[in-house]
């Protein structure tokens, strides 16, 4: 039995590097440290795996060489007028920069999952910049975090024990003692509520209550009083905001209105509503008081604000409360990145074509126009005839006019499990896990790089997939020196 | 037959990321994120108890999942489906130019699924929407 220490997890954004696996005869018997998503990786990793390539034939996906793979994925993108290679986030940054290369080969249009994820961010960023800092910098000094549009606590299981609220730093002390003792307090008055209601509705017939909560009037005073605050805003009721020292519920897609009704109060001008997205104007200012009381204060937002309406204005609304706050106090801001990965594939994109996601090679040199070369908009144009998608899965999480149009056309999968997009696909790779059994460099969500380890052998030799996509580089090239030789002698 | 109109919203649960960790081809994900969280007072005037199935209708799509009555709060007229194959087929394709589809904030109507209807495996969505019989391993 081996015990290998400080393992980078390769699941969410948070990217914790204090994982403890414990390895039996090349498998993982036990994990440590880990959260739930993370537990699962390790130890379910091997349930749902080809044992080797396949190649769709009459309608069914059958094994095939590993060679012949590779042969068929080459002439499919070497033929093909405007391939689409998309994924790279849930893998590691040497896939991504190979699977660059092939892109510019093929003359296709490489895009990553931030398009349908922070995509929206990362075009508010380059329009207006914004202040951030790294999460060690939070973790140590921090004493307001707000998460906004985001659930750290179902996405980012760890976020809050070890960047920020329930976290130990050097000058801000963590809160989970006193958040242990208000747990307990919730319960009994949750324990009396329940009593009292059942004692009701045996003297009582019970009445239908559609009433909503109200919304209170003015933020908890204790608020003001506590060293480190946590504050979530949110469309719904989430197991972060059962953990906040306070929640605000905002009505759906009013996010903008809210953060331009922020600013609007910092600069001590009135609002002539009662009411901005469902939150009490009063609550607004509490809030205002709040966060320009703060000496370190950090928003994280979510992709509640990306995928509802207004997208980028969203989140150029949230950069610029954060700008403002500046003037008065400490202020960051950071998107809460979803795959653990995400932002390495962006940063190697931008190395090496100057954009951080979906990049148009297809007139043999970069371009950059979101909403014409992004995947999701070239596949609803039905313009692509041909695709690469590697560790990800956009039949399931594309919409339905997007996937139908992905399926029509040759689909080329590079993925370490069967998944719904690989159940669809002409060509499966089975290969080795970034982070498992393959060892790679990561991007934790505040750009800071990690390394993944390799904790086991890959089970079936494995290639990992930077080598699949090597071969299928090579192979492409030899196909397109051959033709050309061709049209040389006429 | 009972219909209300709802604001669809679309995210992660804990639950869906340890189900997609394990194997989108295995039960614990399909159990996870072929659902949809409803408020108590809506699936009573929907007329049906937790666990039973419900047709979700966008103008992009309309599915069947498993009605999950949600525990936190009260939120009348938000219902929750996390993210997923099932939630895909009745999101906004729309980007507005950003690349960004509207997986959140969708106008939508929930309704009790019909005797016969039942929330479908993965392989039964993917032929039901996507047509081609796709075999798997």
């Known amino acids: 039995m081996t015990i290998i220490s400080n393992v980078t997890c390769p699941v969410c954004g948070s990217l914790c590097d204090d994982l403890e ?193 109200e919304q209170p009037r003015q933020l908890p005073h204790s608020l003001f009083e506590k060293e480190r605050k946590m504050i979530v805003v949110d469309v719904r009721r989430t197991r972060s905001a059962d953990i906040a020292d306070c929640f605000l519920q905002v009505e759906p897609n009013k996010d903008y209105e809210i953060f331009q009704a922020l600013r609007t109060l910092l600069r001590d001008d009135e609002l002539q509503v009662d009411s901005v997205g469902g939150v009490p104007v009063e609550v607004l200012e509490d809030l205002v008081d709040v966060l320009v009381g703060c000496e370190f204060g950090v928003l994280f937002f979510g992709v509640g604000l990306t995928m509802s309406e207004g997208k980028l ?43 951080p996601f979906a990049v148009d090679m297809s007139r043999g040199y970069p ?34 006019k997007a996937v139908q149009s992905l399926v029509e056309s040759p689909l080329i999968v590079i993925d370490p499990e069967m998944n719904a997009t690989s159940l669809m696909a002409d060509v499966v790779f089975p290969c080795a896990i970034a982070g498992v059994e393959a060892e790679g460099t990561a991007y934790r969500m505040d750009r800071v790089p990690l390394p993944l380890k390799k904790v086991v052998k890959p089970s079936r030799a494995f290639l990992s997939d930077q080598e699949i996509l090597r071969r299928i580089l090579r192979e492409v090239r030899r196909i397109k020196k051959k033709t050309a030789e061709v049209v040389a002698n006429g | 037959m009972p219909s209300l109109s709802v604001t669809l919203l679309t995210g992660r649960t804990l639950r869906q990321g340890q189900g997609k960790e394990y194997g989108k081809l295995s039960d614990r994900y399909w159990k996870s994120v072929a659902i949809c969280e409803i408020d108590p007072n809506d699936l009573t005037k929907l007329g049906i108890k937790d666990g039973k199935a419900v047709r979700i209708t966008t103008v992009h799509g309309s599915v069947a999942v498993r009605a999950v009555k949600s525990i936190r709060g009260s939120h009348p007229g938000r219902v929750f489906v996390p993210y997923g194959p099932w939630a895909s087929v009745i999101v906004d394709p729309e980007t507005h130019g950003t690349g960004m589809p509207s997986f959140k904030g969708i106008q939508a109507s929930v309704e009790p699924a019909g005797d016969e209807e039942r929330t479908l495996t993965l392989q039964e969505l993917l032929h039901a929407h996507y047509g081609k019989p796709r075999g798997s391993q």
Request: glycine share 8%; proline share 4%.
């Open chain 1, 21 to 213: 696996i414990e390895v039996k005869n090349n498998v993982v018997t036990k994990v440590k440290n880990a959260c739930g998503m993370g537990e699962s990786k390790f130890l379910g990793y091997s349930a749902h795996r080809p044992s080797k390539p396949l190649i769709r034939k009459n309608g069914e996906l059958v094994e095939v060489t590993l060679a012949d793979a590779v042969k068929k994925s080459a002439e499919v993108l070497a033929n093909a007028s405007y391939p689409i290679l998309y994924g790279w986030s849930n893998t590691c940054c040497e896939a991504s920069s190979v699977g660059i290369e092939l892109a510019e080969e093929i003359g296709g249009v490489i895009d990553n999952t931030s398009t349908v994820c922070h995509g929206p961010s990362v075009l508010s960023i380059q329009d207006v910049g914004y202040s951030t800092c790294t999460l060690g910098q939070i973790r140590h000094r921090a004493d307001l975090t707000l998460y906004w549009g985001s659930n750290p606590w179902s996405a980012h299981p760890r976020h809050i024990e070890r960047y920020t609220n329930f976290t130990e730093g050097r000058f801000r002390h963590s809160e989970w003692h006193r958040y242990l003792s208000s747990l307990s307090a919730y319960r009994s008055k949750k324990r009396v509520e329940r009593a009292c209601k059942l004692a009701e509705e045996i003297h009582e017939a019970t009445a239908e209550t559609t009433a909503v909560p």
């Open chain 1, 313 to 355: 204005r969203n989140i150029e609304a949230g950069i610029s409360l954060v700008r403002d706050l500046n003037q008065y106090t400490k202020f960051m801001i950071m998107p809460m990145r979803g795959h653990y990965n995400v932002t390495g594939a962006n940063i190697v994109s931008t190395w090496q074509t100057g954009y």
């Open chain 1, 367 to 400: 371009r950059y126009n979101p909403g014409e070369s992004s995947v999701v908009d070239i596949l609803s144009r039905g313009e692509s005839d041909a695709a690469l998608i590697v560790a990800s899965d956009p039949v399931a999480h594309f919409p339905k």
